[in-house]
């Protein structure tokens, strides 16, 4: 992760080529196929007309994307997670007809139940504490509409998202798990960024994500985003 400062790009670039000569010197091996290693840019600008210089490792151009899928969650280059909830709401209804299978077979409703708390809850919390508190309220909706589906099949109750978050996070008051809306969200995060004239640049690698800091401060302009 890179921020550039003035529109120069020198300090993240050269960060890149220090990891490429660590790996050379360390015996390892980037992986640059299409799947494995892509590059995320992250302009709260205006305008938004700066031409990046792209990123070259190895002689291979590391492709540009709008997304990624980094340890199960989907980053977007907006920072919203419509894009992460879309693809859990997504998965769970899938789950839904081996659900109804078990219903059609007479079932207990507790059997049902921890069937669809293993495999379709599971899903639908899966980093819950990530990106609920900053989700939308149509990313929420999408996800409670397959529990209330879930609901229907077992003729149980069934938690909300809401009560799931609030029993992981123990420790905050309800105003605190719910964090600050999706547009405080990115506006306190465009002003901070406009403010220090900085775009973060991400750079996912195969296996992981490999920090390129410190090239400027990154603390300020990434406080409010936690991941």
Same mark, same amino acid.
């Given at each position: 992760?890179? *921020?550039?400062? $003035?529109?120069?790009?020198?300090? !993240?670039?050269? /960060?890149?080529?220090? &990891?490429?000569?660590?790996?050379?010197?360390?015996? *390892?091996?980037?992986?640059?196929?299409?799947?494995?290693?892509?590059?995320? +840019?992250?302009? !709260?600008?205006?305008?938004?007309?700066?031409?990046?210089?792209? @990123?070259?490792?190895?002689?291979?151009? @590391? /492709?540009? @994307?709008?997304?990624?899928?980094?340890?199960?969650?989907?980053?977007?280059?907006?920072?919203?997670?419509?894009?992460?909830? $879309?693809?859990?709401?997504?998965k769970a209804r899938q789950r839904l007809y081996h659900l109804r299978c078990l219903r059609d077979l007479r079932l207990p409703s507790k059997v049902l139940?921890?069937? !669809?708390?293993?495999?379709?809850?599971? +899903?639908?919390?899966?980093? +819950?504490?990530?990106?609920f508190g900053n989700s939308t309220k149509q990313d929420r909706q999408a996800l409670q509409r397959v529990m209330r589906s879930a609901e229907h099949i077992?003729?149980?109750? *069934?938690?909300?998202?809401?009560?799931?978050?609030?029993?992981?996070?123990? #420790?905050?008051?309800?105003? #605190?798990?719910?964090?600050?809306?999706?547009?405080?969200?990115?506006?306190?995060?465009?002003?901070? &960024?406009? /403010?220090?004239?900085?775009?973060?640049?991400? *750079?996912? !690698?195969?296996?992981?994500?490999?920090?390129?800091?410190?090239?400027?401060?990154?603390?300020?302009?990434?406080?409010?985003?936690?991941?």
């Amino acid at each position: 992760m890179g *921020l550039i400062s $003035n529109n120069s790009e020198r300090n !993240y670039l050269e /960060e890149i080529k220090h &990891l490429e000569n660590w790996c050379q010197e360390n015996n *390892l091996l980037l992986n640059f196929s299409k799947t494995k290693t892509k590059e995320l +840019i992250v302009d !709260y600008s205006k305008k938004q007309e700066w031409h990046y210089q792209p @990123v070259r490792i190895s002689g291979t151009t @590391v /492709e540009t @994307v709008d997304s990624f899928r980094y340890l199960g969650v989907h980053i977007s280059q907006d920072l919203s997670w419509s894009r992460h909830t $879309n693809s859990l709401a997504k998965k769970a209804r899938q789950r839904l007809y081996h659900l109804r299978c078990l219903r059609d077979l007479r079932l207990p409703s507790k059997v049902l139940q921890n069937f !669809y708390t293993c495999t379709i809850e599971s +899903i639908l919390t899966k980093n +819950i504490t990530v990106w609920f508190g900053n989700s939308t309220k149509q990313d929420r909706q999408a996800l409670q509409r397959v529990m209330r589906s879930a609901e229907h099949i077992t003729h149980t109750e *069934l938690p909300d998202l809401q009560t799931i978050y609030n029993r992981a996070v123990p #420790d905050q008051g309800q105003e #605190d798990c719910e964090g600050p809306s999706p547009s405080q969200q990115q506006d306190l995060l465009s002003v901070e &960024l406009s /403010e220090i004239n900085r775009t973060p640049r991400l *750079l996912q !690698y195969s296996g992981g994500a490999r920090v390129l800091a410190p090239i400027a401060s990154i603390e300020t302009a990434m406080a409010t985003w936690e991941l």
